[in-house]
């Protein structure tokens, strides 16, 4: 299941793709620095798979939804000042 929804959703950004380049909205410079930033992302979903299997899940799911509510106060204050 997982498997299925990673290359659907892998075939809908590749069909956006071009629309994305031929309104410029990305270039080569933002996919230079998605290359260098992949490794911390694959370092960032193995980091999480430990502490998966070693904290409480309910607790691992509360501290997420944490980071989440903090990160999405910042974004709206930031657009609101």
Do not use: W
């Amino acid at each position: 299941y997982v498997g299925t929804r990673i290359f659907f959703f892998t075939f809908i950004n590749l069909i956006k793709l071009p629309l994305y380049i031929s309104l410029s909205m990305t270039n080569f410079e933002s996919f230079k620095h998605s290359v260098i930033l992949f490794p911390i992302a694959l370092l960032g979903i193995l980091i999480g798979y430990k502490l998966l299997k070693i904290i409480e899940e309910k607790m691992f799911y509360n501290f997420i939804y944490a980071l989440i509510f903090v990160t999405s106060t910042k974004l709206l204050y930031d657009y609101l000042v």
